[in-house]
């Protein structure tokens, strides 16, 4: 197995668990030639490596993997597992159990590292040992040994198949060697099966302790403090581990002993000596003072911070990382269960450095993300810890520390290419990714414009009210887009700052009061730990404030009386993000509902009425699913409501029109604070030039008004009409030479693969991938207005990385970026733009000409838009209903075609399951042409009379501005 196939089967994986229920079939089904014994292996390593962190779905990967197994079992002949013994031996033989040499060999036969294989291993060495010298025997005993310890350490397959395999070859190699001929030996293979059978998954856990702990005991008869002082050290405290971990006798009696086989250790390991190893004693001390029941607690919790400081003095984050990690993490939480806040911040310190100091010296994006989604932990009870010790400062900076650091890697590395100076190397590369582009592209255009003789694909990319475009999947597309993939790794392991050459220094708390302009700005920093939301407040000249949503955490909350409700960040994911993927119309319907409960449920009021006042700017710094909520929208309670008076208070005056977070504030997001300093170090530009893209695939009816009222706005902008002039070099070239571009057509997110998230244009697409290479600088472009639907819709993954078109250019060099959060309404999105540049012309900073033209666009009324464009209107609504006509006409001639054909297909049958798909599918095209037409139709005959036709929060709300004032 080759690692492109092996990150495929991890992506599939991924899929799986990402995926809603009910969906898993339709997933393996489109990836068969995925599922097969080495899949499900790496399956089952992946669940029992989620389960060891304790990640709640790892029961239902384990789960899922026992189903595969029975259909994709190892079908390896006996010949063929005696075959690949023997040459998995002699290469271990060959190469003195070098794993560079071994591992190789493992991987090409992942399918044989099963039970039967120790099995045969084991039989196969007795039956060779009676038939060879005593000298060849014990020869081949110290090869099968190095062999078990190499497989007990081999990081892919099932692992708790490696570990009966390397049983096999410790129980087999103890046939030779005895304690009266090989004494050293005989122990040394006795302590390293204690390992086994101590780390042991097959059995029971309890059985499997009691034999680990009688092996380390039969070694000690030979490992003796005089005779064998290091090794007897050794088993001394790995017979002290198994003695922690021990299921059977009492519990305190274990640990004493447990701490009694440290202390002894600890004779022979000390600091002079044997660093590395007294530290590691030290740390497992620690750990058994700290679940010690004997004694005074007190007094046990203070022996075990004393041991954990003792171990950091040699796990350092330099020296020793990952060990640091551990100790590091132990201090931490010791202190913070104790109540030990600056204890704990101590420890946590000490585990983030750790992790990012490993984190810098990675050369994979993936790993590196991998490092940071494995201790969000630490990083969690940081923030907790410095809250509870009343430090807010540091609380905020470890908040910096954890989120987005993808895109701060992406930004600082492609910053350095701002010069437009990449070297050869990289640009090879940019040119076989631009090539791979291409092709991706052709695949696409065949979907998006069938030939007569394959109109099943006519749907796809088809215009539509919404700007939305459908995702084309096709297996040939996947593959195209998992090279391209490996091409992004190339250029991205010739990077400075992935290469550690440069490093990204944490940003401190007074640097951020730096980004704030005036004492009316405050930084709202979102972060939802296990228990609670937290809302940190900065101020420009002031303490910063926290505001905490009790209950609001990734736990399920239950008050007194049991009543509970979902945990924060999942309700949001299945009540915002899932019903707008699945339905479009469920999900809009239930808009409103939604943000009142995120906003009582964020306690929005109380936050204003505490740690606001006097603030008229807020710089917004989502956390997960929060990015994709209109935070402006959520609603609030008018002052007069709060107050019980003012106008219309008991009177029989009508209601007061309701009140949203964004009537009362400025809000612009950034991802982060770091990603902010990046924006501002860019310098202002004077005098800008302006671009326009306009309707790309000719297919948007609302744009060329659009564009044209924005053209007469802005100074003399350069413009791509239409096809035959927004093409993608052309779309290049414009953006390297203007200072503002907007930008107006069809884009899509993907949130199956961020990076796969596009822009489309007359002659291909622009990727998210792309703009996040450096072949896409432009430190020039200040502005960029994204009039396209879903393009700060991204992936949120615990690592809080939102991967969005919308980011992307910030990562190019853009101060700030108008985006959007959902597939926006072509006519509403046309007249919002206008509005925007109109208060831009006046003079108005970005958040602030963006409230004006939101709320402009929700309260304006058909009248108005009669008197300000009726010719425009008048022109367009006709041929709008004209062309839905001709294409209802068109759907409905294939459909009466395909109905005719009914008969022909026999019932159960694969022919007749596709033509039933394609039947729905012509039937579903044919429903939603025929709403959008008579909704045009109503459109058209209500328009000039409706009070506000664009109030709904489906048309306003979903518009943002990302960057700088």
């Known amino acids: 197995m080759d690692e492109q196939r092996l990150a495929a089967y991890l992506q599939l994986i991924q899929a799986l668990l990402e995926c809603p229920s009910g969906e898993e079939n339709d997933i393996l089904n489109a990836h068969r030639e995925l599922v097969d014994a080495d899949f499900v292996r790496v399956m089952e390593a992946k669940a029992e490596n989620m389960a060891e962190k304790g ?68 039989t196969s060495a007795t039956s060779t040992f009676t038939e060879v010298t005593s000298e060849e025997a014990a020869s081949l005993a110290g090869v099968i040994v190095n062999f078990g310890n190499l497989i007990n350490q081999f990081p892919l397959g099932r692992r708790a198949w490696n570990l009966e395999i390397g049983i096999a070859c410790y129980n087999a190699a103890l046939e030779v060697y005895t304690p009266k001929d090989y004494p050293e030996n005989w122990a040394t293979t006795q302590n390293n099966l204690g390992n086994a059978y101590r780390n042991r998954i097959e059995g029971v856990r309890a059985a499997n302790i009691e034999l680990a702990i009688a092996c380390y005991r039969e070694a000690l008869k030979v490992r003796t403090p005089k005779d064998y002082p290091e090794y007897w050290a050794t088993t001394q405290n790995n017979l002290g581990t198994a ?22 250790a600890l004779k022979v390991y000390t600091p002079e000596n044997y660093p590395e190893n007294w530290a590691m004693t030290q ?40 060990d640091c990690l551990q100790s590091g993490r132990n201090l931490g939480n010791t202190a913070f269960t104790a109540g030990f806040w600056d204890i704990a911040i101590e420890g946590f310190e000490k585990a983030i450095q750790a992790v990012e100091k490993s984190r810098s010296w990675a050369t994979s994006d993936d790993i590196r993300q991998q490092m940071i989604a494995e201790s969000i932990g630490v990083y969690e009870k940081a923030i907790q810890a410095a809250v509870n010790n009343n430090q807010l ?44 582009q291409q092709e991706i592209d052709a695949e696409v255009e065949q979907l998006r414009n069938p030939s007569e003789g394959n109109k099943g694909l006519a749907g796809v990319g088809s215009s539509s009210r919404s700007r939305a475009d459908t995702s084309a999947y096709t297996k040939k597309i996947q593959e195209l887009e998992g090279e391209k993939q490996q091409i992004w790794e190339n250029i991205r392991s010739l990077d400075p700052v992935l290469a550690g050459q440069v490093q990204v220094v944490p940003m401190q708390f007074a640097a951020m009061q730096k980004l704030i302009d005036n004492s ?61 993927l699945l339905d479009r119309k469920v ?32 710089i917004v710094i989502p956390h997960l699913y929060l990015h994709q909520i209109p935070l402006a929208a959520l609603p609030i309670d008018p002052p007069q409501s709060r107050a019980g008076t003012g106008a219309g208070a008991g009177t029989g005056a009508p209601p007061l029109r309701r009140v949203f977070l964004g009537d009362k504030f400025l809000i612009r997001y950034v991802p982060s604070c770091r990603i902010l300093e990046y924006c501002y170090q860019r310098p202002t530009i004077e005098s800008p030039k302006y671009g326009i893209v306009e309707n790309a695939t000719d297919d948007l009816y609302f744009t060329p008004f659009e564009c044209e009222q924005v053209a007469q706005i802005v100074p003399e902008p350069e413009r791509l009409k239409g096809s035959k002039e927004a093409k993608v070099a052309a779309y290049r070239k414009l953006a390297q030479n203007v200072n503002v571009m907007h930008s107006s057509h069809h884009a899509v997110s993907r949130l199956d693969n961020p990076l796969e998230s596009r822009l489309f244009l007359g002659d291909g697409s622009i990727t998210l991938g792309e703009l996040m290479t450096p072949g896409w600088r432009l430190p020039q472009l200040s502005d960029v207005f994204m009039s396209c639907c879903e393009t700060n819709l991204g992936g949120t993954e615990i690592t809080d990385n939102l991967l969005s078109l919308g980011t992307g250019f910030l ?107 394609k039947l729905n599918k012509k039937t579903e095209e044919e429903v939603e042409i025929r709403k959008r037409k008579e909704g045009y139709e109503s459109l058209q005959k209500n328009l000039y009379t409706m009070s506000n036709p664009f109030d709904d929060l489906i048309y306003w709300s979903g518009f943002i501005c990302q960057g700088l004032h």
């Open 55 to 122: 990640e709640s779905n790892a029961g239902w990967l384990q789960n899922m993997a026992a189903h595969l197994a029975n259909s994709v079992r190892s079908t390896a002949t006996s010949e063929e597992y005696l075959s690949f013994l023997e040459e998995v031996l002699q290469a271990t033989s060959d190469s003195g159990g070098n794993p560079q040499v071994v591992y190789p060999i493992l991987q090409q036969n992942f399918d044989k590292l099963d039970l039967n294989f120790a099995q045969i291993l084991q």
């Open 243 to 264: 003695y922690s971990d021990r299921i059977e006798g009492l519990r305190a009696a274990n640990i004493e002993l447990a701490i009694a086989c440290y202390r002894e």
């Open 283 to 322: 740390n497992n001390l620690g750990i058994a003072y700290r679940d010690r029941i004997e004694g005074v607690r007190a007094a046990n919790i203070k022996e075990a911070i004393s041991c954990f400081r003792l171990a950091l003095e040699i796990r350092t984050p330099t020296a020793f990382p990952l």
């Open 393 to 436: 400062e540091k609380a905020i900076e470890y908040c910096d520390r954890t989120r987005a650091q993808r895109l701060v890697d992406l930004m600082h590395s492609n910053d350095l290419y701002a010069s437009g100076e990449i070297p050869p190397a990289v640009q090879k590369y940019l040119d076989e990714f631009e090539a791979k």
């Open 520 to 580: 009316q700005t405050a930084i709202l920093c979102f972060y939802t730990t296990d228990d609670d939301t937290h809302v940190f407040v900065i101020y420009k000249d002031k303490a910063p404030q926290i505001h905490t949503c009790h209950g609001e955490g990734w736990a399920i909350f239950q008050n007194w009386n049991g009543e509970g409700w979902a945990a924060f960040q999942k309700w949001i994911r299945q009540s915002w993000l899932l019903p707008y």
């Open 587 to 618: 999900w809009q319907q239930g808009m409103g509902e939604f943000l009142s409960q995120l906003s009582r449920r964020l306690k929005v009021d109380e936050l204003i009425g505490n740690c606001l006042d006097g603030i008229e700017e807020l």
């Open 811 to 917: 990562c190019a060099g853009a101060r700030s970026v108008v985006s959007t959060l959902w597939a926006v309404d072509d006519f509403a999105t046309s007249l919002f733009s206008i509005f925007y540049y109109q208060y831009r012309r006046e003079g108005l900073s970005r958040p602030e000409a963006l409230r004006l033209a939101q709320m402009r666009l929700r309260t304006i009324s058909g009248a108005e838009l009669q008197q300000l464009y009726q010719p425009q209107i008048d022109a367009l609504l006709p041929k709008i209903i004209g062309d839905l006509k001709r294409k209802l006409n068109l759907v409905q001639e294939e459909l009466e075609g395909l109905e005719s054909q009914q008969d022909e297909y026999k019932g159960g049958t694969a022919e007749y399951e596709e033509f039933e798909e």
